[in-house]
Nanobody, 120 residues
Framework: QVQLVESGGGLVQAGGSLRLSCAAS????????MGWYRQTLGNERELVAM???????NYADSVKGRFTISRDNTKNTVYLQMNSLKPEDTAVYYC??????????????WGKGTLVTVSS
């Protein structure tokens, strides 16, 4: 089992910044990749930023140049630095980890989410 705990959400004005953190613990294997997703009411959960299995990064077009994903493997933590925030960034942000389990299947793990509200 893997546990993910997000933190850092809150209320900010447009143009402001927040840094989200996601601490992972449990049975984490070498195949694990992590990323950030967000979801608004009535909408599908969408990718914001993620690490690829090749070690690169992938960002949604809407956040390129404003958000940066990073990690500290010594702390099993991934971060999302969010700059120049816009009201349309308002959402619940979720941390996700995907890995191949010992049984051979890939499995997604999700944090409970942290709310980011950007006021105009």
């Amino acid at each position: 089992q893997v546990q993910l705990v997000e933190s850092g959400g809150g209320l900010v004005q447009a143009g402001g910044s927040l840094r989200l953190s996601c601490a992972a613990s449990g049975s984490i294997f070498s195949s694990a990749v992590m990323g950030w997703y967000r979801q608004t009411l009535g909408n599908e959960r969408e990718l914001v930023a993620m690490f690829t299995r090749g070690g690169g990064t992938n960002y949604a077009d809407s956040v390129k140049g404003r958000f940066t994903i990073s990690r500290d493997n010594t702390k099993n933590t991934v971060y999302l630095q969010m700059n120049s925030l816009k009201p349309e960034d308002t959402a619940v942000y979720y941390c996700k980890l995907n890995q191949v389990e010992r049984a051979g299947y890939a499995l997604d793990y999700w944090g409970k989410g942290t709310l980011v509200t950007v006021s105009s």
